[in-house]
């Protein structure tokens, strides 16, 4: 992969580590790898395997297509959750937590 697919690649990784708010530590302990790794891919400085972007993408809860590509017409839901007001979010907890009841009936 040359250096600007790698940055690429590192920037939605980056951006989509802060958007669920989660730390480099963590999420190098999700995919088996170190701190030092992860701030390595995010700056474009380290090329990812096939095993990492696999753990990644399932980490980052993305596509292995958005990570390489940048292509999200498959993203994941939480984007569209964590873009809900705090209104919004505290209904869709309530009607989970009905769901949720209504199958242990």
């Known amino acids: 992969m040359s250096k600007d697919i790698n940055t690429e690649i590192g920037r939605r990784i980056y951006e989509r580590r802060k958007q669920l708010g989660i730390t ?4 190098a ?5 170190t701190p030092q790794a992860i701030s390595n891919y995010e700056r ?3 090329e990812l395997n096939a095993s990492v972007t696999i753990k990644m993408s399932k980490a980052l809860r993305t596509t292995t ?3 390489l ?6 993203f994941s839901i939480d984007t569209d959750i964590h ?5 919004n979010k505290a209904t869709l907890n309530e009607i989970i937590e009905r769901c949720i009841k209504l199958t242990e009936k």
Not at 29 to 33: A, F, G, K, P, W
Not at 83 to 87: E, I
Request: glycine share 8%; aromatic share 8%.
């Open 83 to 87: 873009n809900l007001s705090d209104k």
């Open 65 to 67: 297509d958005f990570l």
């Open 24 to 27: 480099q530590e963590y999420l």
């Open 69 to 74: 590509t940048g292509n999200d017409s498959v």
């Open 29 to 33: 302990e999700l995919t088996d790898t």
């Open 44 to 46: 474009g400085k380290r």
